[in-house]
């Protein structure tokens, strides 16, 4: 049903909202959105949806604002980490040394003596390792699953340092950004930054940070050009409206909460 009623099928960011939460659906209809049910399935798609809907968790709104505008803040950091880092760190090692205080590059550089690989090709298979491990500890029975994926990943890395195959640095960087990747909510959301991913690491490999910029802005036009069942996929940032401002990138008290979204509040 939902590659069906998607206003854009060939993009890898959800349109619809997927849960299994009553909570996070009744929410939504409060919001002006509807909710299709299906029998057979525990999900149910609501629509339209965000990006920021897409970031955002019930957990939310259990807290106190503060602390929940805090987490939903940090939840941002993380994926814009879970996309950009690994391009990040392989466009300044191979284009902008200059960036990097002279002991830090001196000391990454170190790391890297005898390691067989160029730094893009360390990323790409420790990536690529650890991706696995977590497709296998998704099938793995959930009292075990886990477990085998942090432990492998461990000895995994351990390994891989000890055998001279990737450089210390590496292993840090593809840590950070399998943790950060872990903060995204929404699981289709997660395996979408997952891929794009893979492609700011090629970018940066090749033009550096310039390219890292290029593919940003390709990236921002293309999420501005999304649209789920005509609402802007950007909104309430591109379009910019204010008033739906109060619930995103920070959430207001309950008692500031008392309108609804101006393009789907009807």
Not at 24 to 42: H, I, K, M, N, Y
Not at 55 to 69: I, M, N, R, V, Y
Not at 222 to 238: E, Q
Request: charged residues 15%.
């Amino acid at each position: 049903i939902e590659d069906f009623i998607t206003d854009q099928p060939f993009t890898l960011f959800p349109l619809l909202l997927r849960t299994e939460r009553p909570d996070r659906v009744v929410a939504s209809l409060l919001e002006g959105q509807f909710a299709l049910v299906t029998d057979g399935t525990p999900f149910v798609l609501t629509a339209p949806a965000t990006a920021f809907h897409m970031l955002q968790a019930p957990d939310d709104h259990f807290e106190k604002f503060p602390t929940g505008s805090f987490i939903r803040l940090l939840r941002f950091v993380a994926i814009t980490m879970a996309i950009f880092l690994p391009g990040f760190y392989v466009a300044i090692i191979n284009f902008h040394q200059e960036l990097l205080p002279t002991d830090l590059y001196l000391r990454i550089a170190s790391t890297r003596e005898g390691v067989p690989f160029p730094v893009v090709l360390e990323l790409l298979i420790m990536e690529s390792v650890f991706e696995v491990l977590r497709e296998a500890g998704i099938r793995l029975p959930a009292s075990i699953g886990p477990a085998i994926s942090i432990v492998g990943a461990l000895v995994l890395g351990d390994a891989a340092i000890q055998a001279g195959i990737v450089s210390p640095p590496v292993v840090i960087i593809v840590a950070l950004t399998a943790i950060a990747s872990f903060a995204v909510p929404n699981f289709a959301l997660g395996i979408a930054s997952r891929m794009i991913r893979f492609v700011f690491i090629g970018v940066g490999a090749i033009f550096g940070l310039f390219g890292v910029q290029f593919g940003l802005l390709i990236l921002l036009v293309h999420l501005c050009s999304l649209r789920s069942f005509g609402v802007p996929y950007l909104t309430p940032a591109a379009p910019l409206v204010w008033r739906d401002m109060k619930d995103h990138l920070i959430r207001l008290p309950k008692w500031g909460l008392v309108t609804r979204p101006r393009l789907t509040g009807f």
